[in-house]
């Protein structure tokens, strides 16, 4: 779910741009380092953003009548890092604003901030923690992949909620009737892109792939 | 993984795409959540009037059905393009 051009306050969304420009520089110098240092990173992040690409097309039918489309970040995120994974996001963000007309320009920074900066830095850090609780690597990329796509949503439900909640509902009241439109519809496919990164997750460890370990 | 294991992997993967292809192609896929989200603030601020959208556009649902269904391939092809290049040693 992306929040579509002139859908956001322009305030709003400059204010989400300045939150998403620190993540962006940090992204690109870490991109720049490791790729200096060895230049097949190129190749990870491409296998990352190709992920990325390929799932973030795929609208997919849900419960409800309603149809939505997995983010295919939480995957790149735990493989690569969330501050790579920060800029990946974004670039498939801008390609499907300027390409595919979905989302938006000036609601880049916004989706940005949903997607690829809070949906990379929860699924490493639901990762880790469940790593540390002891759970095994499949079921801990499992749970922080699922996560990741939920609390990609649910940022965006706050999101519009901060913008139109002040002045009628109430924010908590206006984020709870957006999550309730998102929540129904997204749980289903956060389970299933869960299920597919554990599965892609097995066919790299069982090919001599030279992807770089986990970030746990 | 057995051979015919993935090979049944492969397959069932081929004919859930398919599949989904299908779907999209026909126009069968139901109403996205940024569509329900577009009316749902509309709905909670009556007020508020949506800035200027996007000069481009893809004209019908088809061709955006059909742009997306390029973005997949697209994607595939770079992930297993990255892949394949990344089991050739250096």
């Known amino acids: 779910m992306h929040i579509s051009e002139g859908y956001l306050p322009w305030k709003h969304a400059l204010g989400w741009t300045l939150v998403a420009a620190p993540f962006w520089a940090l992204g690109l110098r870490r991109i720049t380092a490791s790729v200096r240092r060895d230049p097949r990173q190129r190749l990870e992040l491409g296998a990352a953003g190709g992920f990325v690409f390929l799932l973030s097309a795929l609208k997919l039918p849900s419960v409800a009548g309603s149809s939505s489309h997995p983010t295919g970040i939480g995957w790149g995120a735990v493989r690569l890092g969330p501050e790579e994974m920060g800029v990946v996001g974004t670039m498939v963000l801008v390609f499907q604003a300027l390409v595919l007309a979905h989302g938006g320009i000036t609601t880049l920074g916004a989706n940005a901030v949903a997607m690829a900066v809070v949906g990379s830095w929860t699924a490493v850090g639901v990762f880790r923690a469940a790593r540390w609780c002891g759970l095994a690597e499949d079921p801990s990329l499992f749970l922080a992949v699922a996560i990741s796509d939920l609390a990609t949503y649910a940022t965006t439900a706050f999101q519009l909620a901060l913008a139109f909640g002040g002045n009628h509902a109430g924010v908590g009241a206006t984020m709870l009737r957006f999550l309730g439109i998102f929540g129904v519809t997204q749980l289903p496919l956060a389970l299933a892109e869960g299920m597919l990164a554990v599965f892609v997750s097995r066919l790299l460890r069982s090919s001599p792939l030279s992807l770089r370990e986990s970030v746990a | ?90």
């Open chain 2, 1 to 90: 993984m057995s051979p015919m294991r993935r090979w049944t992997v492969t397959l069932a993967c081929l004919l859930l795409g398919a599949w989904w292809v299908v779907r999209v192609v026909s126009g069968a896929i139901p109403r996205g959540t940024d569509d329900l989200a577009r009316q749902e603030v509309l709905r909670v601020a009556p007020d508020f009037r949506p800035g200027g959208a996007l000069p481009w556009s893809l004209g019908s649902s088809e061709v955006e059905s059909g742009m997306f269904l390029l973005q997949a391939a697209g994607g595939l092809l770079l992930l297993v393009w990255s892949a394949h290049r990344l089991r050739t040693p250096t």
